[in-house]
């Protein structure tokens, strides 16, 4: 705890702030036992959670008056037996970034307009988790079961040109299935439906996501249009070329080759060999739902 904050000197800072700050209140917080605290939202693992920006004071706030009451707040959130706190600070509060890293907070992630510092309370080695570790790319492979033909694309400004299936990454929020057909629709201009999940790739250390490991998943859709917008920004060209075709040619990345030779094989012998189904289904929290994606079970195991 830094020097300002401790020891005899807090009685007189307290004095002197509540001369200075006069009858102002800060929302967000609570007398206890003389002093304010703030208040945060509880969660189920026994961690407190403050943003600075919902709950609390103006941006005018001075630094020795929120390190005291951070001080004040800190004392009671071990005294209830709190294990960790997270503190979220707006772009607008990052001056007092410096006063909560005095108290041992340390950054654990930014998004937006806003920064989340933690701090564990509890005995030993924190506990907490890291930020997101993995980044989601979707791809998605649109074959007209009609004539055999996929829709495949080069990306623009790669130092290879090699035939792909158009994709991108996911939104926070967004299934699979719909980031597919977004990202295939901007690049190409081609509607399409989701229908299963083909593959997952896993890559660490990969160059393009800041130094998170990267999951990239392909998709099976079919088409609902055929006519192709190219995405000039994006693309190079875009094509319907034929499975078969894109499962021998050399101008493919090693992964599109593989997955074009599991739709051949689907196209041929049926997509129950290779696809991976999706069903949605309640989650233990109330009121949310997750997908699954598993290979297709025979009726007579689905409900015994």
Known sequence: MSALFCGRALPALRSALARAT????LTGTRNVGGSRVMEGKLDRFG???????????????????????????????RAEGRVAVWLKVPVAHSRLLPVAASQGFAFHHARGD????SLWLAAGDS????????????????????NGKVLVVQDKNKMKNAWKFPGGLSNLGENIGATAEREVFEETGVRAEFRSLLSIRQQ????????????????RLSPLSFRIHLCTQECLRAEWMEVAELA??????????????????????GFDKVDLSM???PAVYTGLFYQLYHRQLPESYRHS
């Open 127 to 146: 506990r907490l988790p890291e930020f997101a570790t993995h980044q989601v790319g979707v791809a998605g492979a649109v074959l007209d079961e009609s």
């Open 248 to 269: 021998r040619t050399s101008d493919t990345t090693p992964i599109t080759s593989r997955v074009a030779k599991l739709l051949l094989y689907g196209f041929r012998e």
């Open 279 to 281: 069903e949605e289904l």
């Open 47 to 77: 961690g407190v959670t403050v943003d600075l920006g919902d709950t609390l004071f103006t941006p005018d706030i001075g630094e020795e008056e929120f390190g005291l009451l951070l001080t004040d707040s800190l004392q009671r959130w």
């Open 204 to 219: 660490h250390k990969h160059p393009g996501a800041f130094g998170m490991s990267d999951m990239y998943l392909i998709c």
């Open 114 to 117: 806003r920064a989340t510092l």
């Open 22 to 25: 006069g009858a102002r209140t």
